[in-house]
């Protein structure tokens, strides 16, 4: 994020236009978008709420990286709001024939999207579309590179708020690949406005993450340490599509041992302590599969907190849209 990325985000009149980072959104804010979230969340066997404050309008999904939760949670937010929602697929569409992003957005721009989410492997790509698209136009950041994926950062915060609300008081532990990690940085950028308690991020000396870009973080490597009386820990995925290569990084069996979310380490935290991971998982790897599937696990509640969270973002962006 470039400094001036936190305030392109809000219109004239300080209201949310573009979502790009948790980074700039007051505690307020955050805890209305969790508030709003709360009204969505689906039980299981009950139809999901469903409205038409979107209705006449169209999201556009842009994904050019992979993706099954957010790509999926968007489209259902949307429905449920009901939006029209275009997937574009990117793998059919004329940016493999050399299109420009600008061009394939000013494209989907006069087709009438007014909401554009967009997944990108480089860092910088939702700010540079959010400054050249017209007026009628939001981009929602829908995971950017190493840098910043805001909803889920949300639906970590409302899932972890779910446990346990008193962020003051709360020590979060989170295992894994830090260093290559948006879903570290936003979540890591939103417990720290909300005060959270401690931070701790932990993960092998060569995933550590530079120290600058997560101030107030704690940077351990044991992780029995990292997780003492911990009373969220989150484990992360090793993200091999941003390594050149994995030199110095331990083998799978002293990874699982060392890094691994497994029962054994998860002795060390607090007894109710709850496991989080944002998928997809390698099991085995970074996280022993009978603790992803067992009672302390809110992994499938994350999932479902991720479609309330996109749709209470759609729903702040719509209304904004309303407002003009
Ligand atoms: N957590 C997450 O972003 O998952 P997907 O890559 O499946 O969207």
Redesign the pocket.
Known sequence: MEPDDTTLQFDSNGRLRHLLSLKGLSSTLLSKLMDDAENYVSIPGVLPTRSNSLAGRTIGNLFFE??????ASFDLAGRRLGADVLNLDVNTSSRKKGESILDTIYTLQAMQVDIMVVRDASGGVPAYIARNVQDHVSILNA?ESDVS?PT?GLLDLLTIRQHNADFKNLAVAIVGDIQHSR?AMSVSEGLQTLGVGELRLISPPALAPDANRFPGAQIIDNIAAGLKDADVVMALRIQRERMGNLEGIPGIDEYFTNYGVSHENMKHAKPDAIVMH???MNRGIEIEGTLADGPRSVITKQVTNGVAVRMAVLNRIGKMMSGR
């Open positions: 992979p993706s099954t939760r957010t790509r995971g994926h889920q879903v944002p998928g997809p």
